[in-house]
């Protein structure tokens, strides 16, 4: 639990007192360094950023222990500052002197340990600190149905400790006149225009008392904040927030609690986090985050909405400032007193644009204004520089939403039809017999390359027509040799994890001998019966005295292409054989070159073989051999037209749906397929559309807003989505990769028997698809991506490093298998030995099976782990890479190891080795 409320409101709320005023001394700590530590560390991207958050953490904790020693309680954090009140019960004297040595020992302590050192660099920290004793009024602000409620302090103890602050310097302590007064006989102080600067104390310091808390009081913690924040496990996350910091005027408490009612009432209708109203160091000051920890596909609609209709519904000016930027969502404070924020550039800059925007002006970021210009109007300001940022900053002015806009696509967009003609066309010759060739299908992620090829797959153009699919599955993190046409050979022979070796062999000679008594061509049934033993092993079968034990590395690799080519060949001729290659931008080294290996060898040969080959890949992740003679035909897909969008919709909610829905889903999703999907499924779960005599509409309680165009937020979206069991098993498994198995999923997790119920809730939810044997795979490779680099560095490290002991402990008797996925995750989880250990047997593996590129990978990443005084290891690994780039001809390379082989084996004074 996290103490996100403060104690003393927490107090208050139980005993039913919503609002007081009791004198006190107020104390404002600003910590210097932290702008230019910030823009330093978010140059390093999602990683500076947790260690911006670390950083902040190991700072602030002795701070904030200091401060409630002496009787403080801490009412507000501000990025790098800290609003503290030491309540007077009785002696104001005391109770200042207390305040002043909390405010000492703190700038004593920076002192003594101002830097802190980084894997970025060393950070000096200083702190200003003001201090005044004044009246406090606070009150709890509540929504119109009580629900929910914010806070605040205000009063001349918070205005002047903030004020103070100002004027004080790196490492001093600034006093008012009131605290002059109360402690002259204790301070040595030096006065400068309304100030004091403290010089010393005078006299003996009071002996801290260590606080303590009650638990969190969980009832009433969450009618101030959400579950999601009090109870998450999780130190933070990355996630792509909006940052809407606002500024009003100096209210009466009696029209500010009218205006949180507007705000509960907006934020009802548009969500987003409000935290509490912040007086002091910038006036009246909230800050609202959209995208953390709970996010929407339209969250940057929603917060420009927000402001908008917020500045319609109320009598005063409001001024604001809008950002939109990827940000560590985390603590920041301690365990005595937390505070839930976004460490980054966006809350700073949202804080830079709201102080520097005209009065009654929203100033909107670059990031927003390319997102939804068209469905709001903008001014664009110009170019400012802000403190804390060295680059100038694009400025937009939000004026008004625009209700009637019509969305602006590129490029040709008539659905699918055009495509799936195209697919046919391409595939016609194998109907007569022949080899129709390569055909690449390209599109950015979730444009629907994959559901293209599947619908052509079942669609009229097969009716009555027999067609062998060979589904090749590529997979990021397992790029093992030939992996995408093993993943298929496991389909085609019909094998499943519960079937024994010995079981699977006979199903292997069964299948094969079938295809081997039916081949007119005896050249090809020679050669599979020949090298059936080859094929066995890309689906981990062998046998004793085999011709593939027989044969060296170079012949294993040589036959594997061999017998793979005769294997598509022979099935060519029983029925034409369409191969299918996903997601060619992971495709491993070996089976990429078996492609035009595999073209070559069709077009040579004497007889006609009818096979079409169809691969898919994203646009930015093409491989330059895709773009050579390989390729007969391109298809580019871009996204789908209105006309389209609409017949979509309909599919998928079983009803027309009205003009006004396709409109906002073809604004939100921009004609993306994906998008479309998870659109309509979100706006069924949270019941914002309904049947009506027009078709399928939104309630009246939504406004139409333009869907922000960052396919990561609306992933972490539908993530939110799940429930926090679930989602945390999903953010597990996304260590795993695209495709996982239930057994390792489980043996990672601490959820006993309960795992099988989040998988399948997930699975219900459409997260990923599995099969009878346990074996997952995620519906889409960004939604694995997102769940997995939403989380920290820190978590992914423990991740890692639980997959490793979960693969050696299930694979223990088959850990040769798992080679490489095991230094894999090794080198994630920063297990620098294993790494090693396992890189070098994935080495080995790769050079016995003449996998010679692989294995020059492995080798190299097992050097890159060796220990530097470990020569004799280093000579192993380079002996065996030497073999390697001889096998492929690199004289270049070969010449260089073999000079480094040669200074090691002085180095090691070995005679037989330099020999």
């Known amino acids: 639990m996290h103490r996100v409320v403060p104690e003393l409101i927490v107090e208050n709320y139980r005993a039913g007192c919503f609002s007081g005023e009791f004198p006190a001394v107020g104390m404002f700590l600003d910590l210097s360094g932290f702008s230019s530590m910030t823009d330093t560390l978010m140059t390093h991207g999602q990683h500076g950023a947790e260690v911006l958050a670390n950083l902040m953490h190991g700072v602030f904790d002795p701070l904030v222990e200091g401060i409630f020693n002496y009787g403080g309680k801490i009412v507000g954090f501000a990025g790098d500052g800290i609003m503290a009140l030491f309540p007077v019960d009785g002696d104001a004297k005391s109770t200042a002197l207390s305040a002043l040595t909390s405010a000492w020992l703190i700038q004593q302590r920076l002192a003594n340990d101002p830097g802190r050192n980084t894997v970025y660099g060393r950070f000096q920290f200083t702190a200003k600190i003001g201090l005044t004793f004044g009246d406090v009024s606070w009150g709890i602000l509540h929504s119109a149905d009580g629900s929910s409620a914010t806070y605040f302090f205000r009063g001349s103890a918070v205005d002047d400790s903030a004020n103070a602050e100002h004027h004080a310097r790196a490492g001093e302590i600034v006093v008012t006149d009131p605290i002059c007064m109360l402690l002259a006989e204790n301070i040595r102080v030096e006065p400068f225009e309304s100030y004091y600067r403290v010089r010393g104390l005078s006299a003996g310091i009071p002996v801290p008392t260590p606080a303590t808390f009650p638990p969190v009081d969980l009832e009433i913690s969450r009618i101030f904040m959400p579950d999601e924040i009090i109870a998450q496990d999780a130190r933070g996350e990355f996630r792509q927030v909006v940052n809407l910091f606002m500024h009003l005027p100096d209210l009466p408490n009696e029209q500010l609690q009218e205006v949180t009612r507007v705000i509960f009432e907006l934020r009802k209708k548009y969500g987003g986090l409000l935290n509490r109203i912040d007086f002091g160091d910038k006036g009246c000051n909230i800050l609202m985050l959209w995208g953390a920890p709970v996010a929407y596909e339209n969250d940057i609609s929603r917060a420009l909405n927000f402001i908008l209709d917020l500045q319609e519904r109320v009598d005063f000016h409001v001024t604001a400032g809008v950002t939109y930027y990827v940000a560590h ?171 024994d070796i010995a079981t699977r062999k006979v199903i292997f000679d069964s299948k094969l001998n079938a295809l081997i008594s039916v081949m007119p061509n005896a050249d090809l049934a020679h050669d599979l019966d020949r090298l059936r033993s080859v094929l066995g092993a890309l689906v981990d079968l062998f046998w004793d005295g085999s011709l593939y034990d027989e044969l060296d590395a170079e012949g294993r690799y040589n036959n594997t292409l061999l017998v793979l080519t005769s294997l598509i060949k022979a099935e060519s001729l029983r029925q034409p054989l369409i191969l299918f290659v996903e997601d060619v931008q992971f495709i491993d080294e070996d089976s990429l070159n078996f492609l035009p290996r595999l073209k070559r060898s069709i077009l040579a040969a004497d007889e006609d073989y009818p096979i079409a080959v169809i691969a898919t890949a994203r646009v930015e992740n093409l491989n330059p051999i895709l773009d050579s003679d390989l390729i007969d035909e391109q298809i580019h897909l871009h996204g789908l037209r209105r006309e389209a969008v609409a017949r979509l919709v309909e599919i998928l909610l079983g009803g027309v749906p009205s003009l006004e829905l396709v409109n906002l889903v073809m604004e939100r999703s921009e004609g993306n397929p994906y998008f479309i999907e998870q659109i309509i499924r979100y ?171 692989k294995g020059i990978e492995y080798f190299t990443r097992a ?53």
Not at 876 to 889: C, F, N, Q, T
Not at 890 to 915: C, F, I, N, P
Request: some cysteine; overall charge negative.
């Open 329 to 499: 969502a985390g603590y920041l404070g301690s365990v005595m007193c937390e505070d839930y924020t976004c460490y980054g550039w966006g809350v700073n800059l949202a804080s830079r644009f709201m102080m520097s925007a005209p009065q009654g002006q929203i100033w909107v970021d670059d990031r927003i204004a390319l997102r939804i210009t068209n469905r709001f109007e903008m001014d664009y300001v110009g170019e400012q520089r802000f403190k804390g940022f060295s680059a100038l900053q694009k400025v937009h002015r939000l004026k008004r939403y625009n209700q009637y806009v019509e969305s602006v696509h590129q490029g040709e967009l008539i659905g699918r039809d055009k495509e799936l003609a195209q697919l046919e066309k391409f595939i016609e010759p194998i109907w007569w017999g022949d080899f129709a060739g390569m055909q690449l299908v390209l599109g950015d992620a979730g444009i629907g390359k994959g559901r293209l090829v599947q619908s052509f797959r079942y669609s009229r153009v097969f009716e009555g027509r027999q067609a062998l699919w060979a589904f090749c599955q590529s997979e990021e993190i397992l790029q093992e040799a030939f992996n995408p046409f093993c993943s298929w050979l496991f389909q085609y022979f019909g094998f499943t994890t519960s079937q």
């Open 683 to 853: 706006l069924q779960e949270e019941n914002l559309i309904e049947m009506s005599a027009s078709g399928w509409k939104q309630v009246q309680r939504i406004r139409e807003s333009f869907l922000p165009g960052d396919i990561g937020a609306l992933l972490v979206a539908r993530l939110d989505q799940l429930s926090r069991k679930v989602k945390e098993v999903v953010q597990t498994a996304s260590v795993l990769g695209r495709e996982f198995m239930l057994d390792i999923l489980a043996e990672m997790t601490a959820e006993g028997d309960a795992i099988e119920r989040y998988v399948a809730d997930a699975e219900q939810s459409s997260i990923w698809v599995g099969d009878r044997d346990q074996r997952y795979v995620f519906t889409h490779g960004l939604l694995r991506d997102a769940a997995y680099t939403m989380q920290m560095r820190a978590r992914r490290l423990e991740l890692h490093s639980l997959a490793v002991s979960a693969l050696e402990k299930i694979h223990a008797n088959e850990l040769k298998f798992h080679y490489a996925e095991l230094g894999y995750h090794s080198e994630r989880a920063e297990l620098w030995e294993k790494t090693q250990r396992y890189y070098t047997l994935a080495g080995k593996t790769a050079l016995d099976t003449y996998q010679n590129l």
């Open 863 to 915: 050097l890159s782990f060796t220990r530097q005084h470990d020569l004799v290891g280093k000579f192993e690994l380079l002996i065996d890479r030497v073999e390697l780039y001889a096998r492929r001809g690199d004289h270049v390379s070969q010449l260089k190891d073999l000079e480094m082989l040669e200074k090691l084996a002085h180095d090691l004074d070995d005679a037989q080795r330099e020999a």
